[in-house]
T-cell receptor, first 114, second 111 residues
Framework: DAGITQSPRYKITETGRQVTLMCHQT?????MFWYRQDLGHGLRLIYY???????DKGEVPDGYVVSRSKTENFPLTLESATRSQTSVYFC?????????????FGPGTRLTVL | AQSVTQLGSHVSVSEGALVLLRCNYS??????LFWYVQYPNQGLQLLLK??????LVKGINGFEAEFKKSETSFHLTKPSAHMSDAAEYFC?????????FGAGTRLTVKP
């Protein structure tokens, strides 16, 4: 199916474990983003990528690692999960970054860290 | 730096009543403004966006928003609420490269 997909949709893990959240888009958009959604905070940008092999930090990057070897994939890794990383994670993509360009969002991954 | 404030984390209306969701922004330059909607267990979908072409912006599902520079506001309205409008709504602003989201407003529609 065309669009932007995320997997898994739900994940429960334990403190200290490594977790990777996957994001895949079929539009060949240049830009991809990872956000976390927490009650009272809206969405906050973790990392973004302008193209394959080009990534940069967002507002809340600590504890996260990203890579982008292919245009269509943008995985997010929590190297050693902490309880504060319990959140809903959204991946998004867009043609350009900023200005009037629309971001298109995946369905989200709900992550619980015990 | 820009930011966006949504007044009211929860709004409840009766079916058929006016929907008004408030959004104020702070920006040193004219911004680009967005409203996104999030239905349960789904990602965000664009409702409408302001790109300086017209101050009154019409979006999908009968929603519209008006950009008021003097009030630094971009409130979202719909004349008659439908049960299917129950969702969380996010206002967002971009200035330069970053998109900043408000904390969200959860809309409940009562039968």
């Amino acid at each position: 199916d065309a669009g932007i997909t995320q997997s898994p949709r739900y994940k429960i893990t334990e403190t200290g474990r490594q977790v990777t959240l996957m994001c895949h888009q079929t539009w060949s958009h240049s830009y991809m983003f990872w956000y976390r959604q927490d009650l009272g905070h809206g969405l906050r940008l973790i990392y973004y990528s302008a193209a394959a092999d080009i990534t940069d930090k967002g507002e809340v990057p600590d504890g996260y690692v990203v890579s982008r070897s292919k245009t269509e994939n943008f995985p997010l890794t929590l190297e050693s999960a902490t309880r504060s990383q319990t959140s809903v994670y959204f991946c998004a993509s867009s043609v350009e970054r900023g200005a009037a360009d629309t971001q298109y969002f995946g369905p989200g991954t709900r992550l619980t860290v015990l | 730096a820009q930011s966006v404030t949504q007044l009211g984390s929860h709004v409840s209306v009766s079916e058929g009543a006016l929907v008004l969701l408030r959004c104020n922004y702070s920006s040193s330059v004219p911004p680009y403004l967005f409203w996104y909607v999030q239905y349960p267990n789904q990602g965000l979908q664009l409702l409408l966006k302001y790109t300086s072409a017209a101050t009154l912006v019409k979006g999908i599902n009968g929603f519209e928003a008006e950009f008021k520079k003097s009030e630094t506001s971009f409130h979202l309205t719909k004349p008659s609420a439908h049960m299917s409008d129950a969702a969380e709504y996010f206002c967002a602003v971009t200035e330069g490269d970053d998109m900043r989201f408000g904390a969200g407003t959860r809309l409940t529609v009562k039968p």
